[in-house]
């Protein structure tokens, strides 16, 4: 590529990244969210943590040793923070943080 198609790819992607962000604000002005808005703002976070949870076990195998116990482990680790803390975003970045320490390290 040559950089005036780079800076060009560039510009699209700032012009496309501004309009997601501005696009909720001007479909949304008036004050009362559709439902379907208000359905994925409530179960979005736990979907999420689900999809976590099913890709961290996907490719155990649990008859060879260490058994899965850094997965379980890390799934465990993080209910335990979201039941304390109540936090879905600090429960899911620490969760991952967790996981990927015991992965990469033990």
Known sequence: MSSYEIYVAIAIMAVVNYFTRVFPFLFFRKNDLPPYVVFIERFFPAVIMTILIFY???DIDFSLAPYGLKEIGGIFFTAILHLVLKNYLI???????FYMVLVQYY
């Open 56 to 58: 961290s076990i996907k």
């Open 91 to 97: 429960s899911i970045f620490a969760g991952t943080i």
